[in-house]
Every structure is written in structure tokens, then in C-alpha cells.
């Protein structure tokens, strides 16, 4: 099943588009987009059952064009994990030894947005960092690797923007700030369950600049840490709540570790994709100048 946040409001994707979520259920579900966290069980039980249904094939849609406000699959999480160094290709590129265990950083929730919607870039140097990012649908602590997907409401993707000036300038990494200005968490367009994959371990990833060159592409496969493995290591301490959000990692091809180093400008369109899961889209713009 698929899920959306489209003007302020959670939707389901029918085949023929989709179908306001609290109007379908008879206010049961929504209109919030995070409400459908509070029992993700109940939700998506209803979305089956409702999608197979007669009725789905006469609800009336839920348009979409150039001015739709795509926000966030997920726009309140409690929590919001990131992994670092989770490709071989990227730590090589890092110059820096595989980790025998997962680097987990977090960001902060100010820094979400959707597809279509610009992120104003601060001063320094602004990164991508192209990922699969995992939706927690319920209250998950000491999973293990076989239980791990049952946790799962979703997956979507993401872009873990980074400011490489602030990261990199004291003793220890900075991640924390540095990947939290406002607009450097852009997700979506669409939540997707792990049961619409043949293999949710191995999906096709990537990035690349509207009109330009493709900078990022790998699968999901080469991870160092897979997804069971990440809910694994940080439920065994941190108990991950329903909505919350984990950013799984990022392949080679980061502007950092490129020669010379490239990073994003006023005016580039980064464009992030992941196979079965779908396209984000996010403008970048200059700062306003100080009056
Ligand atoms: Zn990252």
C-alpha cells in the first residue's frame, strides 16, 4: 500500500490516484498524516480492505498538480535516526575503515520537508546524500534481525543534506547540526509498504541534478548494515516509536568525496530516486540577502 501527505492531509493511492484518507474512512483515519502512526496496524488494514472494495473505485480523487504541497510522509516523528558510513563505496571515498558496528547519529524533526518544496541553502558547503529511509509503523525495543521488517510501516525515500563546512570543522563530526538546517530531511513523494517489494534488501538508489549528471546510483543490497541489522543495533537500546524515522545511509558519489569536491548551488534541482518506492524532487535557492 502506498500513502501520501498531500495539502496537509494523509491520502491513499488507489489505482485510479488518490483518495483523502479521512473522508474514505468516514473520519476514522486522518485528516493528519502522522494520526495514521497512533495504531498503523488499524490503518493499513482499513487501506486493504477499502482499496479492494467497491467503494474505492467511486471516492472522489484527490488532484495533484503544480501547486499540490507535498509535505512529508511523515511529518512529526518522535524520533529521527540516521546511520553514517553504511556503504563500502562511500567509506572508501570517505577514506575511512569499514565500521564494525552501525554510526548512529540523529537529526532533528525541524529539518523535514516534502517533495516539490525548495530547500534554501545556508552558507557553507551543501552535500547530497542520496537514501533509504524507513518508517517505524509500531512501538519497537529489542527486536532482532528476524523480527525486524515486522516492524516496518513503510519505506520512502530521502535525502540526507549535509553541510559539509560545519560537519567536518571541529575535532569530532558535527552531524547532528550540520544535516538539520531547515529543508535538509525532504521525503516522499509517497510512504511504501515493504510487502510491495519482491526484496525490500535490494532496491536500486540513487541521485542526480535535473538536467544534468547522474551522481549517486547503487543498491540497497550493499549496504554494510541492512535494515534489520540498523532496527537491530539502535532498538536494542532506544525503543523506536510508531512514525519514527531512521535514514539508512548513503552510497559513493557525495560531492565531498569528489575531486574537485562539488556541492549543490542556487538553481540546481536535486532529483532522488529509489526503484518501487518513487521520485523526490527538491528545487535548491539562494538565501535571501540581508536587507
Ligand atoms: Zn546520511
Known amino acids: 500500500m502506498r500513502s501520501a501527505h498531500i495539502d496537509g492531509r494523509l491520502v491513499i493511492k488507489a489505482r485510479r490516484g488518490y483518495l483523502d484518507a479521512a473522508e474514505a474512512s468516514g473520519q476514522r483515519f486522518g485528516p493528519d498524516p502522522q494520526s495514521a502512526f497512533d495504531d498503523w496496524e488499524a490503518f493499513s488494514s482499513w487501506t486493504r480492505e477499502f482499496l479492494a472494495s467497491p467503494d474505492a473505485a467511486t471516492a472522489p480523487l484527490v488532484g495533484t498538480d503544480d501547486s499540490t504541497k507535498w509535505g512529508p510522509p511523515v511529518p512529526r516523528p518522535t524520533q529521527i535516526f540516521a546511520v553514517g558510513l553504511n556503504y563500502r563505496d562511500h567509506i572508501a571515498e570517505a577514506k575511512l575503515e569499514v565500521p564494525t558496528e552501525p554510526a548512529i547519529f540523529a537529526k532533528f524533526r525541524a529539518s523535514l520537508t516534502g517533495h516539490e518544496s525548495a530547500v534554501t541553502l545556508p552558507e557553507g558547503l551543501v552535500d547530497w546524500e542520496a537514501e533509504l529511509v524507513v518508517v517505524i509503523g509500531r512501538y519497537c525495543y529489542r527486536a532482532t534481525r ?10 520512502t ?82 525503543p523506536l516509536l510508531p512514525g519514527d524515522v531512521v535514514f539508512t545511509g548513503t552510497p559513493a558519489g557525495v560531492g565531498v568525496g569528489r575531486t574537485p569536491p562539488k556541492f549543490l548551488a542556487p538553481g540546481d534541482v536535486l532529483v532522488t530516486w529509489i526503484e518501487g518506492i518513487g521520485t523526490l524532487r527538491n528545487p535548491m535557492l539562494a538565501q535571501a540577502s540581508e536587507a
Open 157 to 238: 525515500v530521502g535525502q540526507d543534506l549535509s553541510e559539509r563546512r560545519m560537519q567536518l570543522a571541529g575535532p569530532a563530526p558535527q552531524y547532528g547540526l550540520a544535516k538539520s538546517y531547515p529543508g535538509f530531511a525532504p521525503l516522499g513523494p509517497e510512504l511504501v509498504s515493504a510487502d510491495e517489494f519482491a526484496d525490500p534488501d535490494d532496491l536500486e538508489l540513487g541521485c542526480r541534478l535535473e538536467g544534468g549528471e547522474v551522481l549517486q546510483k547503487s543498491r540497497t543490497s550493499r549496504m554494510v548494515f541492512d535494515v534489520p541489522e540498523i532496527i537491530t543495533y539502535v532498538s536494542a537500546v532506544c
Open 146 to 155: 528476524e523480527t525486524a521488517w515486522s516492524y516496518v510501516a513503510g519505506l
